[in-house]
């Protein structure tokens, strides 16, 4: 049973009628229901700005294991868990199962609870492998559409709207398993998995092309390939073909074009000089989870900095943005008054805003911190052994997701629906500098702004600590834009230094010690650096022009002594903090690129397009050997 819902429904629906600044809440039931896109907002048929907010369908039409509380070591995805259940049982078998898997996943009273926290649209994932038939790529078979057709029917008897969102497309989109199956990545190579994805699209486009309760359609989920390999060049291409082939049959609805990781929408351009017609652009966001520190402070950078600049851009090319995933998680950091935060926010920039995600099964049972999920399993739960089960002990595990006591997280349904929001203390991050206040020239050191980065600078202490200014959005990808304050060429060598503090202009700005091959924005560069949130990074592009890789310890205190040294072929980066003695950061690199001499140093970035951070640096020491027709150099402390 699902506990406190009656009671409760008819006022969170009513709660958020009104978004923010009195924008109205769409509702799917009439003609005026069709959502389009107009300049850089969504709109109803009559052109009044409407603000779509809602949850995601995880698990349902795409299993993921962690949200079935399955061990993802035996299972990692669903490709490897159907396969167990063929194997064990038979095709035939295996696909009742899996019917009775998604019959009782979601079903209508799912509808009317998410109703009750107030929201309008749901985004249903689906695997291409539900509704693509195997004897004819590229076509659909009427059995896995009937699902589609089930969440469309459940959300118009609801009064939601839905995005359709091909969460795993045909060959895989990345190596995650959020694809289906782990590792495949194939849409970048195979010619014939993008004609699949084109075609699939193109069907699904013409079955529901008249049904208004379907905002849009989001064609790839999440395309970050092998999280390496730069993809925008091929995504542009594939979105492209995507868009014509739903135009054909669909003039309606919006199509998404999805943002690969770290890599924006810029490289689409501007979709109305390409004749896209009702596009909007999606991404997804998890300020503290994924690489940056869960604190207030990453979410008030993320709000306070990050938004602004993204609206701007947006503004620029006037095309609307669906944040199709994100979640808060940490109720220590404000749990649901942080999530209201966040739908607020995104509703006064006009965008929409879709959570991740509805349901999930944990084994403990009840409202958890580092939570996913609006309703769980209330009871602690013991899923069947996959392995060993009976057939018939797994199908009454199913039907049992139907009947199941679920336990709402109420605290995060009254912070949505209330009329006014619970303030979260968010610090405001301090204006970054646009000028530096110093520019000192220090002896027998070179100071460059490499890539676009803002003129820096750099302040030399009568205690010998150093401060340097720098801009620059990232030292990242191909190519990079940062502040360095180098010395001469150098063979082997051992540059140490301690950071003890770092401008928090963003999440990712950086400071740390590096060796390059050259003074280009693309050369090849190993260095060893920290962020505000105190994770210490190990980066190297291996090859000029070539993408970064990096490994990393986590939560590290200032201050933090780093040291970057060369002995022969291997390139180590090692930090201190705390009573604790030196520790490697990753693993020793060879990188013939850097097997000559090359720049040695201090860099320090920003993140941001516009404004300095402020690094301290105490202690730096330089201990190399000479580069081929200079003197010889014994060791300096400080510069």
């Known amino acids: 049973m699902l506990r406190g819902l009656l009671n409760r429904g008819?006022?969170?629906?009513?709660?958020?009628?009104?978004?923010?600044?009195?924008?109205?809440?769409?509702?799917?039931?009439?003609?005026?229901?069709?959502?389009?896109?107009?300049?850089?907002?969504?709109?109803?048929?009559?052109?009044?700005?409407?603000?779509?907010?809602?949850?995601?369908?995880?698990?349902?039409?795409?299993?993921?294991?962690?949200?079935?509380?399955?061990?993802?070591?035996?299972?990692?995805?669903?490709?490897?868990?159907?396969?167990?259940?063929?194997a064990r049982f038979g095709e035939d078998e295996k696909n009742r199962l899996m019917q009775l898997y998604r019959a009782n996943w979601i079903t209508p009273r799912d509808f009317d609870l998410i109703r009750s926290f107030g929201f309008n649209v749901v985004r249903v994932p689906f695997d291409h492998r539900l509704v693509e038939d195997e004897k004819h790529p590229g076509t659909c078979r009427e059995d896995g559409l009937a699902w589609l057709d089930r969440a469309v029917g459940m959300a118009e008897t609801a009064g939601i709207h839905l995005v359709l969102d091909m969460h795993g497309v045909p060959g895989g989109q990345s190596i995650d398993h959020p694809t289906g199956r782990i590792g495949q990545n194939r849409?970048?190579?195979?010619?014939?998995?993008?004609?699949?994805?084109?075609?699939?699209?193109?069907?699904?486009?013409?079955?529901?092309?008249?049904?208004?309760?379907?905002?849009?359609?989001?064609?790839?989920?999440?395309?970050?390939?092998?999280?390496?390999?730069?993809?925008?060049?091929?995504?542009?291409?594939?979105?492209?073909?995507?868009?014509?082939?739903?135009?054909?049959v669909d003039e309606r609805h919006i199509i998404f074009a999805p943002a690969p990781l770290w890599g924006g929408h810029g490289f689409y351009g501007n979709p109305h000089e390409h004749g896209w017609t009702n596009v909007a652009f999606t991404e997804h966001h998890?300020?503290?989870?994924?690489?940056?520190?869960?604190?207030?402070?990453?979410?008030?950078?993320?709000?306070?900095?990050?938004?602004?600049?993204?609206?701007?851009?947006?503004?620029?090319?006037?095309?609307?943005?669906?944040i199709g995933e994100w979640n808060p998680v940490f109720e220590r950091l404000g749990g649901g008054n942080l999530a209201r935060r966040y739908f607020d926010e995104y509703g006064r920039l006009g965008w929409a805003a879709i959570m991740w995600?509805?349901?999930?099964?944990?084994?403990?049972?009840g409202v958890i911190d580092d939570n996913w999920h609006l309703v769980s399993n209330a009871r602690p739960l013991e899923p069947p052994d996959f392995r060993s089960a009976s057939g018939d002990v797994i199908a009454d595990y199913f039907?049992?997701?139907?009947?199941?006591?679920?336990?709402?997280?109420?605290?995060?349904?009254?912070?949505?629906?209330?009329?006014?929001?619970?303030?979260?203390?968010?610090?405001?991050?301090?204006?970054?500098?646009?000028?530096?206040?110093?520019?000192?020239?220090?002896?027998?050191?070179?100071?460059?702004?490499?890539?676009?980065?803002?003129?820096?600078?750099?302040?030399?202490?009568?205690?010998?600590?150093?401060?340097?200014?720098?801009?620059?959005?990232?030292?990242?990808?191909?190519?990079?834009?940062?502040?360095?304050?180098h010395r001469r060429e150098a063979v082997d060598f051992t540059l140490t230094a301690t950071v003890t503090s770092l401008g928090d202009t963003h999440d990712f700005a950086k400071a740390g010690l590096m060796v390059r091959s050259d003074l280009s924005p693309g050369a090849a560069h190993v260095m060893v650096h920290v962020i505000p949130g105190?994770?210490?990074?190990?980066?190297?592009?291996?090859?000029?022009?070539?993408?970064?890789?990096?490994?990393?310890?986590?939560?590290?205190?200032?201050?933090?002594?780093?040291?970057?040294?060369?002995?022969?072929?291997?390139?180590?980066?090692?930090?201190?903090?705390g009573e604790q003695g030196w520790q490697r950061v990753g693993t020793p690199l060879t990188v013939p690129a850097l097997a000559g001499p090359g720049p040695v140093g201090i860099a320090v970035l920003s993140h941001r397009r516009e404004g300095l951070t402020e690094a301290i640096f105490a202690d730096l020491i330089s201990d190399h050997s000479p580069a081929e027709g200079q003197p010889p150099a014994s060791s300096s402390r400080n510069p």
């Not at 900095?305 to 090319?317: D, G, H, I, S, W």
């Open 399 to 485: 039907r049992s997701f139907a009947t199941m006591e679920y336990v709402i997280d109420e605290p995060l349904r009254l912070a949505v629906t209330r009329a006014e929001p619970v303030a979260v203390p968010l610090p405001v991050p301090p204006s970054p500098l646009l000028v530096p206040p110093h520019d000192d020239a220090i002896p027998n050191w070179t100071a460059t702004d490499i890539g676009d980065a803002v003129p820096g600078g750099q302040r030399l202490h009568a205690d010998g600590a150093l401060t340097v200014y720098g801009g620059g959005s990232d030292i990242w990808g191909e190519a990079d834009s940062f502040r360095f304050l």
């Open 187 to 248: 849409l970048w190579t195979d010619p014939n998995c993008v004609a699949r994805t084109v075609s699939l699209w193109r069907a699904i486009a013409a079955r529901y092309s008249d049904r208004p309760a379907v905002a849009g359609y989001d064609v790839i989920n999440e395309p970050f390939g092998d999280m390496q390999t730069d993809v925008r060049p091929q995504l542009r291409t594939i979105f492209e073909e995507i868009y014509r082939a739903i135009r054909e």
């Open 357 to 365: 995600s509805y349901k999930l099964l944990d084994r403990r049972g």
């Open 286 to 322: 998890y300020p503290g989870i994924f690489g940056s520190p869960p604190t207030l402070r990453t979410h008030a950078n993320f709000i306070h900095r990050l938004l602004p600049e993204k609206q701007a851009e947006l503004r620029a090319v006037q095309t609307p943005m669906m």
């Open 534 to 577: 105190g994770r210490v990074v190990l980066g190297h592009r291996d090859l000029p022009g070539g993408r970064m890789a990096e490994e990393s310890v986590e939560a590290v205190p200032f201050p933090v002594r780093l040291r970057l040294s060369r002995r022969g072929d291997l390139l180590i980066g090692e930090y201190a903090a």
């Open 10 to 86: 008819v006022h969170a629906t009513v709660a958020l009628l009104l978004g923010a600044g009195g924008v109205a809440l769409a509702s799917p039931n009439a003609e005026s229901s069709w959502i389009q896109t107009s300049e850089n907002r969504f709109v109803d048929a009559a052109g009044e700005p409407v603000l779509l907010r809602g949850c995601n369908l995880g698990n349902w039409l795409l299993l993921e294991m962690w949200m079935l509380a399955v061990d993802e070591q035996v299972f990692p995805d669903q490709h490897a868990f159907e396969t167990n259940l063929a």
